[in-house]
């Protein structure tokens, strides 16, 4: 399972600031996530101010 951003995201960025593997990227005033790099640590949902971030089952 790794984590999605929905279109709830304001682009603040806080995310991408406390990713350990540096998956989260700015892309069209809103951040997403690479399914590939993310290792479920959850730390994005836990700082998003609008609960933007979300686990997504394959």
């Known amino acids: 399972m790794v984590f999605h951003i929905n279109d709830d ?3 603040c960025g806080l995310c991408a600031e406390e990713c350990p593997v540096s ?3 700015e892309r069209d005033n809103r951040y ?3 399914d590939s790099e993310c290792i ?3 730390n994005c949902a836990e700082v998003c101010p609008v609960d933007a ?3 997504e089952e394959d």
Do not use: K, R
């Open 9 to 11: 995201c304001i682009c």
């Open 23 to 25: 998956c989260i990227h």
């Open 32 to 34: 997403i996530i690479d």
């Open 40 to 42: 479920d640590c959850g």
């Open 53 to 55: 971030p979300h686990p």
